[in-house]
């Protein structure tokens, strides 16, 4: 039972284009959603989040948008940088009480940026 | 500031075999996080150690276990290895009162054979 889900595999976009990530979740309780962004032979590396009582958050090329209703948020980067080519992972946590909670990841999404 | 670091970064075992992982937090971190990442998938979290003891669990069987100690670093322990346990493990850190915030090491590729 995947409670968070990133349903395409892998993302192609040009330099200088919009790159959009995409995530579903099936549980109304979680607290936070995150995105990672992950090279090879490196753990995954924070990017960007958003509590759930929000329905975005910016920071520099990278903006969260969440629509509770839907349960669906996504990833936008603008515009898309060569560098940015990487596995990105959408990730949820429930907080206990003030007790951090475990993260649940997506398989993850491989973006491609083309010069 | 050393980040997460885990040692060692590549190991191969023979199924049947035990083998200890080895985490140090972010300077500062009191809290660790073990991850399992198998191939095309996205991590699966192990278990959780606050204060020495394990906070939170997944669904991973009693072969998996694990300790902190008084320095806040952790060793994960798996038990009776099989083909399936074959993954990257990853550690993470976080600070208590940040719940959400966690940072991750390079991860620890075990083959088992």
Redesign the interface.
Known sequence: DQQ?K?NSPSLSVQEGRISILNCDYTNSMF??F?W?KKYP??????LI?ISSIKDKNEDGRFTVFLNKSAKHLSLHIVPSQPGDSAVY?C?A?K?YG???????????TKLSVKP | DAGVTQSPTHLIKTRGQQVTLRCSPKSGHDTVSWYQQALGQGPQFIFQYYEEEERQRGNFPDRFSGHQFPNYSSELNVNALLLGDSALYLCASSPTRLSYEQYFGPGTRLTVT
Request: cysteine-free; overall charge negative.
């Open positions: 968070v990133q607290d936070y995150l990672y032979a490196e753990g995954p590396t924070f989040s992972f990730a946590l907080n003030g007790s951090q909670g475990n993260l649940i990841f997506g398989k993850g």
